[in-house]
C-alpha cells in the first residue's frame, strides 16, 4: 500500500507520466467498446435486399417433341458438263423442261469424231480377221508363237482405239445423267464449247430433302427410317409425312447433327428447292418431369445455372438440363419440386444475396 502511494504521489507530481500511461488505458478502452458494437448483427431493412420475382418449380406430365424449320432440297441435282469440243448443233434442253434419263439435251457437232470412229472400227475389224487367220495357221504349226503373238498384240490396240473413238463419238451427244427438270442452261444452238465446259443443270424434284439440324440433347430420337410429320406455311392446316434418310454422325461447331428427311413430293405439294418446312417429331406417350421457367436461367442453354431462393438469400445452382418446351425447360437434376428459383430481377444477384420476394407464381409447365 505505501508503494501504490507513492506510486501516485509521483504521478501527480509528473504531470507527463501521468499522461503517458493515462492514454494507453483510454485506447484499450475504446477499442473494446468498438469491437463490442461489431458483434451486435445490423437488422437487414426491406429496402437493403434485392426485391425478385420467382416460380415454384414442379412436375408436369410433357409429350416427347421437337420442332424445328429446315431447308428444302432437291432429291437429286447435277451440273452437266460437255465431255466434247465443237459447236452446238442442236440445243433440247429448254429450262423448266423435264427430261428423261439418257435423253439427249445438247448435239455437238460430230463429223471428225464419226470419222475416226468409223476408221478405228475398219482398223479393229482388219486386226480381228488378222488374228483368226494367225490363230488357224498357229494351231497347225504353220507360223511361230512370236508371229501370232504380234498379231494377237495388234488385235488388242486396235480393239481399244475402236472403243475410245466410238466414246469420243458418243460424247458428241451431252445426255440427261437422270430423269429431272433442266432448271439452267449455259450455252445456245450455234456456240463453240471445249470439253468440260458446264453446259446445263438438272433437278430431280419428284422427292425432296429437307435438312434440318438437330442438337445433341435431341439427336438420339432421330434414327434412319422413323417417319416425321412435315408442315410448311404454303399450305397452312395441312401436314405431309417424312422419312429420315440421313443422320450425321459427327457434330458442327454449333454441336448440332445434319438430319436428312426425304419427302414424297406430289403434284399437291409442289415443295421446290430452297423453300423452308418445319418438322416436328412427336413422342409415343406422356410422362412426369420437374420444369421450369426458361427466364430463370442465368446463363445460357449449354451450362444451365439459376438462382434459387432459401431463406431470404438467393443461392447460384447449376442444373442439368433436358428438352426444351417452348417457355419451359426440364431439369434432370439439380432441383427439387418446391424449389423457389427466380425468374426477374436476377442480374443483380450475386450468390448468396439477400433478396426480397415481391411476387411468386406457380410453374405448371407444358403439357
Given amino acids: 500500500m505505501k508503494a501504490i502511494r507513492l506510486l501516485t504521489e509521483r504521478l501527480m507530481k509528473n504531470k507527463l507520466l501521468f499522461v503517458v500511461l493515462f492514454l494507453p488505458l483510454l485506447f484499450a478502452l475504446f477499442m473494446i467498446l468498438q469491437r463490442s458494437e461489431q458483434k451486435k448483427a445490423p437488422i437487414k431493412k426491406f429496402f437493403d435486399r434485392i426485391p425478385v420475382s420467382v416460380a415454384q418449380v414442379s412436375k408436369a406430365s410433357v409429350r416427347d417433341s421437337f420442332s424445328t424449320v429446315g431447308t428444302i432440297e432437291a432429291f437429286r441435282e447435277a451440273d452437266i458438263f460437255s465431255e466434247s469440243g465443237g459447236l452446238v448443233r442442236q440445243v433440247s434442253a429448254d429450262p423448266g423442261e423435264r427430261k428423261k434419263g439418257g435423253a439427249t439435251l445438247f448435239f455437238i457437232d460430230d463429223e471428225l469424231t464419226l470419222a475416226q470412229q468409223k476408221k478405228a472400227e475398219v482398223r479393229y475389224r482388219q486386226a480381228t480377221r488378222d488374228f483368226e487367220r494367225y490363230r488357224k495357221l498357229y494351231n497347225e504349226g504353220a507360223v511361230s508363237l512370236s508371229a501370232f503373238e504380234t498379231i494377237q498384240l495388234q488385235r488388242e490396240e486396235a480393239e481399244a482405239e475402236f472403243i475410245f473413238t466410238t466414246r469420243k463419238y458418243q460424247d458428241t451427244r451431252i445426255k440427261a445423267p437422270f430423269t429431272g427438270i433442266v432448271s439452267s442452261r449455259f450455252v445456245e444452238q450455234g456456240e463453240l464449247v471445249h470439253e468440260g465446259v458446264k453446259v446445263a443443270h438438272m433437278v430431280d424434284i419428284s422427292s425432296v430433302k429437307i435438312i434440318i439440324f438437330v442438337p445433341e440433347q435431341q439427336i438420339i430420337k432421330f434414327h434412319h427410317g422413323i ?141
Fill in 227 to 367: 417417319i416425321l410429320t412435315v408442315t410448311s406455311d404454303l399450305y397452312p392446316g395441312e401436314s405431309f409425312s417424312g422419312r429420315v434418310s440421313s443422320v450425321s454422325d459427327k457434330a458442327g461447331r454449333d454441336h448440332t447433327y445434319r438430319v436428312e428427311v426425304t419427302l414424297k413430293n406430289t403434284v399437291k405439294t409442289g415443295f421446290r428447292s430452297g423453300m423452308f418446312a418445319r418438322v416436328l417429331y412427336t413422342g409415343d406417350g406422356k410422362r412426369e418431369t420437374l420444369l421450369v421457367p426458361r427466364t430463370a436461367l442465368v446463363t445460357g442453354i449449354r451450362n444451365p445455372e439459376v438462382f434459387v431462393v432459401r431463406n431470404g438469400k438467393a443461392f447460384l445452382k447449376p442444373v442439368v438440363a433436358g428438352l426444351e418446351f417452348q417457355k419451359d425447360l426440364e431439369v434432370l437434376d439439380g432441383l427439387s419440386a418446391g424449389d423457389n428459383v427466380v425468374i426477374s430481377g436476377q442480374d443483380e444477384l450475386r450468390d448468396g444475396s439477400d433478396v426480397a420476394v415481391i411476387s411468386k407464381n406457380k410453374n405448371h409447365g407444358a403439357q
